[in-house]
C-alpha cells in the first residue's frame, strides 16, 4: 500500500486542480473587534500579496479580491481557492474566511478541508473574505496554558501568512478518482488482514496505480476510476446495519473562541451547508440550538431568509428544542425547562417546526430528571454520543429507553461511530458496526458527518464518500436522511428495547461541576433572581394590574441560558468567555433586581411597615410562601468560650469548635446523639493536588485525592459578631470562614481569597451515619447513588452534581447540607479510627486549573454551607432557605397568589403564559418521591385552571383531581411528577 499511498499524495492529490490564475489582492484589517460588511466594505483597501503575514490575535482582516475566469471554464470547474495559512487538519480552530460577494450576500467560508468557493462564469469578478485570524488556543491536547484566550494577554503578534489565493480549474475526474481511492484506501485499514476482500481491493488500487501514467494524471484519470470500478461495485452484506447518514454540524456557542466568534461561524456554517444543498438533493442539515439560529437571524438576515427556505423545504432541519446544547448536570430544573420553552417556541414561530428529539451529543452527563422534561416539552427521542467517552465502563445499548426519576421515558439513540463530526471514512462506519450494541435485533443507526465543534459543516467529500458507500462491500449501508425517520424507524424495529433507569453519569470531566466558581454562582444566583422576578411580577400583574415585563425577563432568561452552554457554565473555554459569562450574570443581576423591587413596591403597596417578602416555596421566619409579611428572623445561639473551645448552643442542637477551627462535637439534643465520628473533625477544610493527566479545566482525577492536606492549623480562631470567625492564610491566598448555629441549624460563611495553582479545595463532613447511599438534589427531584465501591460503576462515580444539598442517612435519621452555590460533591462510606462505621460527605469549593483559562479561580469567593440532622423533607426547605432569603422591604403584607397544602408539592415557578395572554402558569414538582396529594388554593379569581406540557399546551396529565372554580385545584402528584397549571383570566 506504500506505493499507492504516496502515489496518491504526491500525484493525485496536488492533480486534483489542473491550472490556476493569480488575482489581484488588496486588504484591510479592522484591528479591532468584527464589523458588518457595509462597514468594511467602504475602508480604504491596500495591496496585498500571496506570502505576506496577516491577522492579529482575534483580529480580522478583509480580502478585496479581483480576478478574471478564462472564457474556456467551465462554470462547475472553477473556483476560488483559498489557503489562509491553515496548519494541520482542524477546521473551526484556527482562521477561517467568509466570501462575500460585491452587494453583501454571502457566498461560502473558507476552512481547512474546504478551502474553495465556487465563481461566477467567465470574465471578471470581484469577492470579498472576511478572515477571521482566530489563533490556534489549543495545540491537540497538550493542555499548556496560553496567553492566547484574553485579548487582553494575547499579544500582537501575526498569526497567519496567506499561502493561496488564486483562480483554479478542477479537473473533475481526478476529484472524482480522489474520492474513489479515498473510499477503498480506508476499507484497507479496517477490513481483517487475511481477507479476500481486503486483498480485492488492494489489488484493485495497484491497477490503477499500474494503469495510470505518473507524469500525465489528467489524461489517465479515467483508467484509473475504471480500475478501481469493480472494487466500488460490490455490494453490502444482506446482514449489514443502516446508517441514517444525517449532515450536521456541532457549533459550540463558546469554547476556545467567544460567542461573537460563534455568531460569524453559524454564519459560515449554514452558507457551506446551503451551497452543499444546492449540489445534492437528498442531502438533510440537523442543526440544533435555537440561539445560533437567532443569532443568524440578527447578524445575517439574507442568510437567515434561505435558511428558513431551506427549512421548509426539508433540507434543514431544526433538532433539539433548547436554546442551546447546554450542561444538564448544573442548571435548576426551572432553567432546563426554559431551555426548552424558548428553543422550541422559537423553532415554532420562526419556522412552524416542532422539534421531537432532544439532541445532546457533547454536554458532560445526563440528569435523570431530563427525560421528564423532554416529555414535558413535548418530544420524545434523546440523542448523545458523550457516554461514549467514559473512562471505564461502557453503556450496555446503543438504542434503548431512558427512563428519569418519575418513570418517564425517551426513545435514545447513541450514533455508534462515536463521534459528532464523523466524515463517514471506514474507520468511523467500521466502530459504527463494531460499537452499536443492539446489532442483531436491531439494523438502524445514526450517523453525523461534517467538521464540528468550531462548526464548519458537511463537505463535498463527506457527500462523494456516502454516495459510494450507499451499498459497499465491507461498510454499513450508508443513506442520506434525517433524524426523525431514523429515529422513527428505530424505535419501530426495536418494540422492547433496553432500559437504562437514571442517571447517565460521564465518567469523565468531573471538575466541570467546579471549575470557574464566579460562573457558577452567577448561574445559581441569576436563576434565583429569575424566579423572584417572575413571581413578583406576576403577583403584582395579577392583583394590582401592573404590566407584566415581558420583554425584560424574556431577555434575561436568554441571556442566562446562554451562559449554560455546555462550555460555559461547566468552566472549560477561554478567559474571554468567562470573563464575559461574569458581566453577563452581573448585569442581569442589576437588571432583574429593579424589576424586583417595581414590582415588590407595587405589590406591598404605600405602607411603611418593614416587611420581608418569601420568593420560596416555604415559611420561612413567619413570612408566608410566596407571600409579603412581617419577618421575625430567629436569633443565632451566642458562641462562648469553654476552655480551649468554642460553645455554641441552642435548644436543638450543641456544637464546640476547637483551636483547629474545626467542629469537635455535634450533639443533637432530641435525638441524643452525636453527629461527629468519635476522634474525627467535622467541617475541614482540605487542600489536593489537582494536576490532571490531561483536559485541565474539565477532569478531576482520583488519584489526586492521594495528595491532600487537612487545613488544621489556622491563623486565628475568635469569636466576633456573634460567630466563630476562623481565619486561615497562606502564600497569599486566604479563607474566613464563619460558623453560626442559627435555630438548629450549623451556617458556614466564607470569604476566600484564592491564588493557587492547580488545587482542589473541598469542605469535608465525616458523620457518625451507617449510610449506603447520598441522595443529591437534581431538577425538580433528587436522585440516590451508591457511596461504596462494589462495582466499577460505583468506584468511577467518584465525583458527583448535587444542586443546593445532599442527604446521608440512616432509616429515621440522617443529615443535611446545603449550600448556596456548591455543585461538586464527593460522598464516600467509611470507617472511623474506632472502627465503627461513618460517612463522609463532602463539598468541592474550589479549583484553579491552568487549562484554556489560565488564571481561572483566582480572586474572592464568597460560599455558605449549612448542616443539620433531619430528613430529606428538612435538606429541601434548607436548600429552598439558602437560594432564595427573605427581600426586605417597606409596605403591606400581601397575600401569595398561591398556597399548596402539602409541603411535599414545590411551587417551582410563577409567572404569565408565553403567549402574554395575561393568563397565570404556576409550575410544580412533588418533591418528596412520594404519591402526593395537594390542595392549591388561589387569592385571585380564575375562570378556568388546565394541566399544561412545559409551552403551556393542554396535557394529558391526571394530576388534577378536583377543581373549585376560582379558588382551588386538588391534585394528586406521582413520584416527582412535573405540573404546570394554566389559571385563565386571573384577576383580583
Ligand atoms: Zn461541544
Partial sequence: MLRVRRFTKFRIGPAVYRDSRPVEIRAWTVGGEPVPFEHAVAQRFEPFSVGEVWGRPWDTVWFDVRGDVPADWEPDETELVVDLGFTGDQPGFQAEGTVYRPDGTIVKAIEPLNAWAPLPGPGPFRLLIEAAANPIVQVPYEYEPTSLGDKATAGDAFQYRLAELSVSRRDPVVWELLQDVRTLDGLVDVLPPDGSRRAEIVHALERMVDVMDPDDVHGTAALGREALAPALAGGAADSSLIVTAVGHAHIDCAWLWPVRETVRKVARTFANVLDLADRDPDFVFAASSAQQYAWLKESRPDLFERVRKAVADGVVRPVGGMWVESDTNMPGGEALARQFVLGKRFFLEEFGVETEEAWLPDSFGYTAALPQ????????????????WNEVNRMPHSSFHWEGIDGSRVFTHFPPAETYNSDLGASDLARTESSFRQKGAARHVLGLFGWGDGGGGPTREMLAAAERKKDLDGVPRVRLGDPRSFFATAEAELPEPPVW???????????????????????????????????????????RGTPYPYDALESAWRTVLLQQFHDILPGTSIAWVHQEAERDHERVATELTELIDASLAAVAGDGDAPVAANAGPYPQAGVPALGVAPATPPAAARPRWHGDRIVLEDEQLYAEVDRRGTLVSVVDRAADRELLPRGLAGGVLQLFRDTPREWDAWDINDEDKRSGRDLLDPVS??????????????????????????????EYGFDVDWHESQKLLKLAFPLDVRADKATSEIQFGHIHRPIHQNTSWDEARFETVAHRWIHVGEPGYGVAVANDVVYGHDVRNGHAPDGKPMTTARLSLLRAPRYPDPAADQGRHPFTVSLRPGGIPDAIADGYAQHLPLRTTRGTPTEPLVQVSDPAVVVESVKLAEDRSGDLVVRLYEAHGNRSRATVRTSFDWSEVTATDLLERPSDSEAVRDVSPGSAVDLVMRPFELLTLRFRDPAA
Avoid: C
Avoid at 416529555?375 to 454520543?385: E, S
Avoid at 461541576?513 to 434565583?528: I, P, V, Y
Fill in 717 to 746: 480562631v475568635d469569636i466576633a459578631d456573634g460567630s466563630v470567625l476562623v481565619r486561615h492564610a497562606w502564600d497569599g491566598t486566604s479563607i474566613d470562614m464563619t460558623i453560626r448555629l442559627v435555630d438548629g441549624r450549623i
Fill in 373 to 388: 422534561i423532554v416529555r414535558a416539552a413535548g418530544a420524545r427521542y434523546f440523542l448523545t454520543q458523550k457516554p461514549s
Fill in 501 to 543: 433507569v437514571g442517571e447517565m453519569y460521564l465518567e469523565l470531566h468531573r471538575g466541570t461541576l467546579t471549575s470557574q466558581q464566579r460562573g457558577k454562582r452567577g448561574n445559581r444566583h441569576s436563576e434565583a433572581l429569575l424566579r423572584e422576578a417572575e413571581l413578583w411580577a406576576a403577583t403584582a400583574a395579577v392583583l
